[in-house]
């Protein structure tokens, strides 16, 4: 069966720090991937997609950048944090072909400070 | 741009039948999707609708229609587990990316 890993779960980070959040998909291959960042009591916001190695699609500009180094490993990054980036972040993947819905990761509070 | 309006809370008892709307303006939409997040939890997926009509997944059942950019998701037999934000989502016929809506706050008392 597919599973999807997400880590760390929390997370607090002074302004100006860098971040590295990963996420790795069990199970299945070739997977369209998908970070998206959740504020507090609001929906989910796209920010970047992956639908191969090394094919990245931004949504949002920012301060954020991802890169998808092996076909089940997705990385978001920031080189300098800014309070803004407070955020959940969840991974999700899907397969390709047939739509069966999102399978999200169990998500990263990020808590800038 | 695409844009998805659905109610910020909802409250029902125990037993009860809720239905939670979801009205869309997206250019290219292609389908409709449902997800449940409990609080602190990752979002899950319950429904999904390409085509006009009902689905029913056992106790709950979404509806779409592409006319009037308009679909729903049906709880019955609502339990206090089903205390939960539900997200509608809009899927482009451009991929797979999902735009989701501000989300609807179920509480359910007994």
């Known amino acids: 069966s597919q599973t999807i890993h997400q880590w760390p779960a929390t997370l607090v980070q002074p302004v100006g720090s860098p971040l590295s959040l990963e996420c790795t998909v069990e199970g299945t291959s070739n997977p369209n991937l998908y970070w998206y960042r959740q504020a507090a009591g609001r929906g989910l916001q796209l920010l970047f997609y992956s639908v191969g190695i090394g094919q990245i699609s931004s949504e949002v500009p920012q301060n954020l950048s991802a890169s998808r180094p092996q076909d089940r490993q997705f990385i978001l990054s920031s080189k300098k944090l800014l309070l803004s980036d407070s955020g959940f972040y969840l991974c999700?993947?899907?397969?390709?072909?047939?739509?069966?819905?999102?399978?999200f990761g169990s998500g990263t509070r990020l808590t800038v400070v | 741009g695409q844009s998805l309006e659905q109610p910020s809370e909802v409250t029902a008892v125990e037993g009860a039948i809720v239905q939670i709307n979801c009205t869309y303006q997206t250019s290219g939409f292609y389908g409709l999707s449902w997800y449940q997040q409990h609080d602190g939890g990752a979002p899950t997926f319950l429904s999904y609708?390409?085509?006009?009509g009902l689905e029913e997944t056992g106790r709950f059942s979404s509806f779409l229609s592409r006319s009037d950019s308009y679909g729903y998701l049906l709880l019955q037999e609502l339990q206090m587990k089903d205390s939960a934000s539900y997200f509608c989502?809009?899927?482009?016929?451009?991929?797979?990316?999902?735009?989701f809506g501000g989300g609807t706050r179920l509480m359910v008392k007994p």
């Open positions: 999700a993947w899907e397969g390709q072909g047939v739509f069966y819905g999102y399978t």
């Open positions: 609708n390409a085509l006009d």
């Open positions: 989502a809009s899927q482009l016929d451009a991929g797979n990316m999902l735009t």
